[in-house]
């Protein structure tokens, strides 16, 4: 079958750090774009990174430049967030997500309809 799983979520304290993975099966990703997003309870989703076919381009939200890395190892055919000094409003579940429109161009965006295959998400909570 054709899935994107999400791991590594968890429960960590402010400050702590976690590494999320996306792993996919039954479809290569290296044919696709991915990005990061993520869901608050009562808030919309949100973009959280991007990271484009080759790795050339990444993006990220202002509220977690300097403290989220986005990697990919098409090898392994796994995507990574690695989420670091972490702070109560990243509390959410965590989405990762497969854009094909950008497999020719090595760019990636944050816009939610440009996704068209999607993980079940992986809960993220920080707190003290």
């Known amino acids: 079958q054709l899935q994107l799983v999400e791991s590594g979520g968890g429960l960590v304290q402010p400050g702590g750090s976690l590494r999320l993975s996306c792993a996919a099966s039954g479809f290569s990703l290296d044919r696709y774009a991915i990005g990061w997003f993520r869901q608050a309870p009562g808030k919309e989703r949100e973009g959280v990174s991007c990271?484009?076919?080759?790795?050339?381009?990444?993006n990220y939200a202002d509220s977690v430049k300097g403290r989220f890395t986005i990697s990919r190892d098409n090898a392994k055919n796994t995507v990574y967030l690695q989420m670091n000094s972490l702070l109560p409003e990243d509390t959410a579940v965590y989405y990762c997500?497969?854009?094909?429109?950008?497999?020719?161009?090595?760019?990636?965006?944050?816009?939610?309809?440009?996704?068209?295959?999607w993980g079940q998400g992986a809960q993220v909570t920080v707190s003290s």
């Open positions: 997500a497969a854009d094909y429109s950008h497999y020719y161009s090595d760019g990636c965006r944050m816009v939610r309809g440009l996704y068209e295959r």
């Open positions: 990271i484009s076919v080759r790795g050339r381009t990444t």
